[in-house]
């Protein structure tokens, strides 16, 4: 039933509980920041990028959505993410903001580029995201959401990583001729190399959908439980919903899956229970990712 499912499995630790509220370094000065661009326009601004066309968003009917909280400290530890839905031209982390959606980066990412997805919807924001996507309207707007952010998170690896790729070298020679080609080489297919989904057990009360690089390479991939989350079952696609009555990804406590093996994402070595040296595999499979 909608607002009483039992979190059986909980990708945050004690550890990580410290680690929920938005640092204070992410909060934009009013008078220093003032005329300053969203962080993924800043990083596209190369003339051969398509930068995404956004509309602006109406700031007071967006906070007239977002429900209240009781409590003293709303937008803390769990709550975290409702900051950024009530004032997003407040936060540098945010990305972009239309009347339905907020796109930030992810203040802990688990892959070198890692955003996340918040809709505004008053009456789905606090919901599981099972139950929030039993609603088939709100799920086709969610999808073709995340189907845009996809397509500028694959530019952004482009940015990133294109210099890198065998794939990308043919489109790079025919970007810098002289004439270039009327018709571009495709290059590397950056969207095959995103993941996206939602937590079946969510560590955040807010709906939010993860849209991030598969690499799964970064300082904050902690432990087991970080890295399972996002490399088992546990991680539903968008994509997958609605789910079936009696698919077993609604009862994720009874699966295990952030307990299971840990098991490289490419090559599918077994590293059983030893996180470091999954860690240590990850950095070289890496690079050698990044040079495909």
């Not at 993924?40 to 995404?52: A, Y």
């Not at 997805?117 to 009456?123: D, R, V």
């Not at 139950?131 to 959401?145: G, M, Q, R, T």
């Not at 919903?241 to 490289?264: A, S, T």
Request: proline share 8%; charged share 25%.
């Amino acid at each position: 039933m909608a607002g009483k499912r039992k979190v059986v499995e909980d990708v945050i630790t004690n550890a990580d509980r410290y680690d929920t509220t938005i640092p204070r370094h992410q909060i934009k000065n009013p008078v220093t920041d003032t005329m300053s661009r969203n962080a993924f326009t800043e990083l596209m601004s190369s003339p051969h990028k398509l930068k995404p066309k956004l509309k602006p968003i109406s700031q007071p009917n967006a906070r007239s959505q977002i429900p209240t909280i009781p409590s003293g400290a709303p937008y803390t530890g769990r709550n975290a993410l409702g900051a950024y839905m009530v004032a997003p031209t407040k936060y540098q982390k945010v990305i972009y903001h239309n009347n339905n959606f907020v796109t930030i980066h992810d203040c802990f990412p688990k892959s070198s580029v890692h955003v996340l997805l918040l809709p505004f919807n008053s009456a789905k924001t606090l919901l599981h995201p099972l139950d929030a996507f039993e609603d088939p309207e709100f799920l086709i707007s969610v999808k073709a959401e995340v189907k845009k952010l996809k397509t500028l998170v694959a530019s952004e690896l482009r940015r990133l990583y294109g210099k890198d790729s065998a794939t990308e070298q043919a489109r790079i020679q025919a970007m810098q001729a002289d004439p270039p080609p009327d018709v571009l080489p495709p290059g590397r297919d950056w969207e095959k190399e995103i993941i996206t989904g939602i937590h079946s057990g969510p560590s955040m009360n807010h709906l939010h959908v993860h849209v991030l690089s598969i690499d799964r390479f970064s300082v904050c991939m902690k432990h087991r439980k970080h890295y399972n989350s996002f490399s088992t079952p546990f991680l539903i696609d968008v994509e997958d919903f609605p789910l079936g009555e009696d698919d077993v990804r609604r009862h994720p406590g009874g699966q295990g899956y952030l307990r299971q093996d840990l098991v490289c994402w490419r090559c599918r070595k077994n590293f059983g229970n030893k996180f470091v040296e999954l860690k240590a595999h990850l950095a070289d499979e890496f690079e050698e990712w990044k040079r495909l």
